[in-house]
DNA sequence: TGTACATCAGTGAACGCGCGTTCACTGATGTAC
DNA sequence: TGTACATCAGTGAACGCGCGTTCACTGATGTAC
């Protein structure tokens, strides 16, 4: 018969992680606790030490996975002639369908937020969010206006203080709000500049 | 001589919510104890609980009173002729100025978000932020996305996510950021109908 | 003005708990030869 | 193909700690008469 625990776990790595989202999504970037992680995945409780050293550690890696993908997802959004608009409602769906990434990536004070992996994901996604905006009068007051909407927007949706009648789609009124913001130019063209 | 600590606190009530403050502000909402609440304003630790019964009513009272301030914030910026870019910025300006309460009001699974004292309040500020943006096409949209904007701005400013170049004073950047959101209308009244 | 009594605010001991981290360890795996 | 050995991944016991909450209590205050 196999027996139901092997020794090695084969990704514990991954699966922490994965157990953490769960816990994050449910009850908050303060309700993880490196214990209740090893019990989730059926581990000895210092089993996730072994990868993370740390809890602080182990948000790290999650933020830092939260960059990455939101820069994949920026970026597959901006090329092949993606409008500003595009982007921005690439960042709002990014921040519901990953919700919990997005919690910890915006509360450094959780995680290490010196470590060079982590900056590097940070400053890949900052690039992709500065230079959708490139056609405006004032492009660097456009692109803090374009990054808070979108941010805020996603942010109250995901925190539930927004009115239930905007109705349960937060992706496409996301994309409304972006595309508010940028109302008086036609086309609002942006991201490709070649 | 005088006792140094008098058996009846005074304003225990007050006290913990200031300290909570303090503590929140430099350390974030979950480094908040009550035991610790208790030992910084010198008083047993099983002190504070007469006055909030708990861990979360005490965020509750903070939450509350945040939205309270809040809604006299927004309330106050808006009469004798404040356009919406005045709102939006005062919105800024009570999330910078009050980083703590700010932070806590957006957190509700840290307090007992059915409380009725609490509703209240933020309905009282929720009817404010509508309030200010009724001569748009579409009203309700622009509403939402003028929140956003403020909402985005303030948060990515306090947790200190936006360039350090755009300078020290997220007051002013925070009034340029809701200015862009209507820059197309001239005047960008908003506020009072009268 | 004085007294009795109810109410309120704060005390301090005690409970039980879950946590992060350290440590010497052992089972499993892979690599050099 | 086989053996020795280094490395790696996970174990389980132990540490010390701070926490929230409960409880019977006592000191202080205020109010009725």
């Known amino acids: 018969m196999t027996p139901e625990r092997p020794y090695h776990h084969g990704d514990l790595r991954r699966a922490v992680l994965t157990a953490a989202v769960d816990v994050i999504t449910e009850h908050g970037p303060s309700a993880v606790s490196l214990r ?3 019990r989730r995945v059926g581990v000895s409780h ?3 030490v072994h990868h993370f050293r740390d809890k602080a550690g182990l948000l790290t890696a999650l933020a830092t996975e939260g960059f990455d993908t939101l820069a994949e997802t920026l970026a597959a959004a901006g090329d092949g002639g993606g409008t500003y608009v595009d982007v921005g409602a690439a960042y709002v769906a ?3 369908d990953h919700r919990a990434h997005f919690e910890v990536m915006f509360r450094p004070d959780l995680y290490h937020s010196d470590d060079p992996d982590l900056r590097a994901a940070q400053r890949r996604a900052a690039a992709l969010l ?4 490139t056609d405006e009068p004032d492009p ?5 206006a374009a990054w808070s909407i979108v941010h ?3 942010t ?3 925190t539930g203080a927004l009115s239930r009648d905007l109705g349960d789609d937060p ?3 996301g994309r409304e709000v972006a595309a508010f913001l940028f109302r008086g130019d036609a086309g609002a063209r942006g991201g490709d500049d070649r």
Chains 1, 2 share one sequence.
């Open 140 to 144: 660097r007051l456009a692109a803090v």
């Open 130 to 133: 500065q230079g959708g905006v």
């Open 171 to 173: 992706r496409s009124v």
């Open 94 to 96: 990014f921040a519901v």
């Open 152 to 154: 805020g927007f996603a």
């Open 156 to 158: 109250l949706w995901n």
């Open 36 to 38: 209740d992680l090893a």
């Open 46 to 48: 210092a089993g996730p």
